[in-house]
């Protein structure tokens, strides 16, 4: 329409004024005037800058206003359009260079798909040159509508061959191996930072990643517990090494999102992810130290906790990998309902860790051995247990908070806690 006409005339207006200082140079004149009529080092020169310049387009209307100018002849316009084209490919390459391979793969088959495009319309540039200048009126729309019909015709012609092309470019890059780097950040694509949300979203699938290391610790921990493992206690340690790397992985990478660009959902889901990283990461610090005071206070002393003891522990286990699990739900969905069962299993599970207290002091009058050998330990582990369900729980906090149910949870526990206690001293 006339709007979008106008904008364009605007555009290519500013991209005269803004090169005019360029080509009044003498030296540019000399180098442009040197270009040969060599359609392949034309197409090497306009990727390049087109690389440099890190746009395809503006080196494309540039060519066309230099055209316009007499500046470079129509044949070597075409070819540094063709260039610029094949270096907008190269530059999709260098973007995702550290990416995954699944990544990669996207950007490597257009670049296939752009290299084929160039080297088979440089033998009808001759019969392509002609037709614009038939149809089409000035330099500068010669030049911008072979831009426009270059990538039309890649589409129309390469559109059959993009599943032969998408299996070949798998097999040249396979996902990795499950192996020593499976741990490593998987989801944070740096491209994606471009679109905060789709960013958010990287990082909330890598703390779920993390998550799920977390959980593996918890369950071996029991084990280290049980059967006395110093192999598995070692494994568990070099885990938590795992979670922290991930944790500082997520941290920086959602530290480069921009948060002026964020609307308010998105700056509160930026917030959650945080916030569930550092929970994740601090149980992890706990589940390393709590396998560390049974290798030194229980396996290489040689005790044992009572049965009883050991039962109560083993409850406790269940309920943390419950609950656990649960949190990452509450995190992935922020189903309300779901965070409100959250704190109710936080104030259950301090109930127990007290009751559980209690039964140990028993177990003391009654002079049981195991009870009196580990005694320290198995309060500190019961307490240390609770801790690691706080953190468990407070994934809860910001999806009850965002949904004004918070309150209302906070008001309604306080009832409930003032009200068993009437019925007590009653």
């Known amino acids: 329409d006339v709007n979008a006409i106008a904008s364009e005339s605007s555009s290519l207006q500013l991209i005269v004024e803004a090169t005019r200082p360029l080509t009044a140079s003498p030296e540019i004149r000399a180098l442009l005037a040197a270009l040969p009529n060599e359609v392949m080092l034309d197409i090497v020169v306009g990727a390049v800058l087109t690389v440099l310049s890190y746009s395809s387009l503006a080196i494309v209307l540039l060519t066309a206003t230099l055209a316009t100018t007499g500046m470079l002849p129509i044949t070597v316009a075409l070819g540094l359009v063709l260039g610029a084209n094949l270096g907008s490919g190269v530059l999709a390459m260098i973007a995702t260079s550290r990416a995954s391979p699944q990544v990669r793969r996207l950007p490597l088959g257009n670049l296939i798909f752009k290299s084929l495009g160039a080297l088979l319309a440089i033998p009808f540039l001759p019969q392509l040159l002609a037709q614009l200048q038939h149809f089409v009126g000035t330099v500068q729309q010669q030049v911008v509508t072979f831009h426009l019909a270059f990538n039309m015709c890649l589409a129309l012609v390469f559109v059959g061959f993009t599943g032969v092309l998408g299996r070949r470019v798998e097999r040249w890059l396979p996902e990795p191996a499950h192996g020593a780097d499976s741990l490593k950040p998987r989801h944070l694509d740096p491209v994606a930072l471009a679109t905060p949300s789709l960013a958010i979203s990287c990082a909330a699938r890598e703390g779920l990643r993390q998550a799920d290391v977390v959980e593996t610790m918890l369950r071996g921990m029991l084990s280290v517990i049980r059967n006395n493992d110093l192999e598995l206690a070692e494994k568990i340690r070099a885990m938590d090494d795992t979670v922290d790397e991930l944790y500082t992985a997520i941290k920086l990478y959602l530290t480069q999102i921009s948060r002026e660009a964020l609307s308010v959902r998105e700056s509160r889901r930026w917030s959650d992810v945080v916030s569930f990283t550092i929970n994740m990461e601090q149980i992890g610090d706990i589940i390393e130290r709590v396998v560390q005071d049974v290798e030194d206070k229980k396996v ?10 050991m ?4 409850h406790l286990h269940e309920l943390l990998l419950t609950n656990l699990r649960l949190g990452m739900s509450v995190f992935l969905e922020g189903n309300v309902r779901d965070a409100k069962k959250l704190l109710e299993e936080k104030a259950r599970f301090r109930d127990l ?44 906090y910001p999806i009850l908070e965002s949904a004004g149910a918070l309150r209302e949870n906070r008001i309604r526990h306080s009832r409930l806690t003032t009200q068993q206690h009437d019925e007590t001293v009653t």
């Not at 290489?300 to 003891?309: E, L, Q, T, V």
């Not at 039962?311 to 083993?314: M, P, R, T, V, Y």
């Not at 559980?356 to 330990?377: C, F, K, P, V």
Request: charge should be negative.
């Open 311 to 314: 039962g109560e522990i083993c």
């Open 353 to 396: 860790e007290h009751e559980y207290a209690a039964n140990h002091i028993g177990r003391l009058r009654d002079n049981t051995a195991q009870s009196i050998e580990t005694s320290s330990l198995h309060l500190d582990l019961i307490s240390d247990l609770k801790r690691i369900n706080s953190h468990i729980c407070s994934i809860a």
């Open 300 to 309: 290489r002393k040689n005790r044992s906790f009572s049965d009883a003891g």
